[in-house]
């Protein structure tokens, strides 16, 4: 008998869309197995539908009061609820518990009291934060379970082979909506003596656009071509075509080691700082230093560094791709689910 499981996330310009991101892994698996999946997204960015539509997930778009979610449950016979986002959490899930509905948590925080059936933390520490979570017994923590959209699993694990050359392809991207504008600093702040082929994403829910173009016309002015990519069909792609990435600290960094493509990260969320820094102690990643705190010279030095340190950055490719597999999802789904 097929399964149905209901999927609770936001997307937001604030927030980003790594919450929405990762659970439609699990949506993928669940309809490739004869389940029936049914995506809850809400959030604030007009984009989320578009994109939603675009990676063939079939969501109901919306801002979803808890008696709505709950008509959704009774009336589809929903098996599971998971739900994803902080906020989310705190506003459904001792709901949920009132009315005994099986409660699935992807959680980033690692302080989870709540009494439910499963918690998904797929960071890289995340095997440490056992005792964190006292009131739940099936616990699916770390790398094991990273959750991996079938545009990122469509390329083999270690796709991605940087040829440091002296004109190195870099990725720069700072997630879904890059809400402090990174991509644009980074721009303005690389080194303009060792020219570089540069391709630039902006994410779906990406809103500085007139101080993007400034920054792109920087970078060529110093030497730098640039390929600005807006929400790009097939980042997998452009992530296995690169020599090396500078970007934000959150799911991109799984995408990245499981393609193989070495990475200078920064935290720009909150709960992006203390992966950041597991990954940098464990020589998965360069870099680690929280975004807003970081000065312009610290970062031009950093980026001087990374990309001058060929030997480092191949010795960081290696590592981070022995922590990474296409297998998450379905971990989750036989485990959770």
Not at 247 to 260: D, I, K, M
Request: net charge neutral; charged share 25%; with cysteine.
């Amino acid at each position: 008998m097929a399964r149905r499981v209901l999927f609770r996330a936001d997307a937001s310009h604030g927030g980003g869309f790594g919450h929405v991101a990762r659970v439609c892994a699990v949506i993928e698996e669940l309809r490739d197995r004869g389940d029936e999946p049914i995506a809850m997204f809400g959030g604030d960015t007009p984009s989320l539908g578009p994109w939603t539509a675009f990676h063939k997930i079939d969501a109901l778009i919306g801002n979803w009061s808890f008696t709505q979610v709950m008509q959704v449950v009774e009336s589809e016979r929903v098996a599971t609820v998971v739900l994803d986002g902080p906020a989310i959490v705190e506003d459904l899930v001792q709901k949920l518990a009132e009315r005994k509905i099986r409660t699935v948590i992807v959680d980033d925080k690692g302080t989870l009291t709540a009494t439910v059936a499963a918690v998904i933390n797929h960071n890289i520490h995340a095997d440490q934060l056992a005792a964190t979570y006292p009131n739940i017994k099936r616990r699916l923590l770390g790398r094991r379970y990273l959750m991996l959209r079938k545009e990122i699993r469509r390329y083999t694990r270690g796709s991605c082979r940087p040829m440091n050359m002296s004109r190195l392809r870099v990725i720069i991207t700072f997630g879904g909506s890059d809400p402090p504008d990174a991509t644009s600093r980074t721009l303005r702040l690389l080194p303009a003596d060792r020219p570089l082929e540069l391709v630039v994403i902006a994410g779906p829910g990406y809103v500085h656009h007139e101080a993007l173009l400034v920054a792109v016309q920087h970078a060529r002015d110093n030497g730098h071509t640039v390929d600005l990519r807006r929400s790009p069909d097939d980042p997998g792609g452009l992530f296995v075509s690169a020599d090396a990435a500078i970007c934000s600290a959150g799911g991109t960094l799984g995408e990245l080691a499981y393609l193989g493509c070495p990475a200078l990260a920064y935290a720009i969320a909150p709960d992006q700082i203390v992966p950041a820094r597991h990954q940098v102690r464990a020589g998965l990643i360069f870099g680690g230093r929280t975004w807003a705190e970081t000065s312009d010279d610290m970062l031009a030095a950093d980026f001087e560094h990374f990309l001058l340190d060929d030997a480092g950055r191949s010795t960081q490719r290696q590592r981070a791709l022995a922590t990474a597999d296409s297998d998450g999802a379905k971990r989750i789904v036989e485990e959770a689910l």
